[in-house]
């Protein structure tokens, strides 16, 4: 089911802060900070190799990430992200076995366009995942 990772999420603080630890720091290469408001955040994405790194940060206060933020002030990694070849079967075959799918089941589409789906992080050792369809 799963094909590959495609980015691991890293929930940030400050954007401006961790584009200098990452870029001046870590000497990488970061996309301009793209707003998702229906997903609210802000996200850049740091290629390397055939994978991304994917920092957030809170876009207003309503957005997912700040209750994360609120345990864990300094950022942390928040999720990794894997390719499915087909999300709705993926979904199907994750709710036949007891996995639980965060909000009402429906795809939503992601920062790269690509309909995206959360896995309940209660149901995979504590690590909440996405999937998106590729």
Do not use: Y
Request: aromatic residues 4%; hydrophobic residues 40%; glycine residues 10%.
């Amino acid at each position: 089911m799963l094909e590959k990772i495609n980015h691991i999420a890293i929930a940030v603080p400050d954007m401006e802060q961790a584009k200098q630890e990452w870029g001046q720091k870590l000497g990488v290469n970061m996309s301009d900070p793209l707003p998702q408001p229906e997903h609210g955040v802000t996200v850049i994405f740091i290629e390397l190799g055939g994978t991304k790194i994917e920092l957030l940060e809170p876009l207003g206060d309503a957005s997912p990430i700040s209750r994360f933020l609120e345990q864990n002030p300094d950022g942390g990694m928040h999720h990794i992200c894997f390719e499915v070849d087909d999300i709705l079967k993926a979904r199907d075959h994750l709710l036949a076995n007891g996995a639980r799918v965060l909000g009402d089941g429906t795809p939503k589409i992601g920062a790269h366009g690509k309909p995206v789906l959360f896995i309940h992080p209660k149901d995979v050792t504590g690590t909440l995942i996405e999937l998106e369809q590729v």
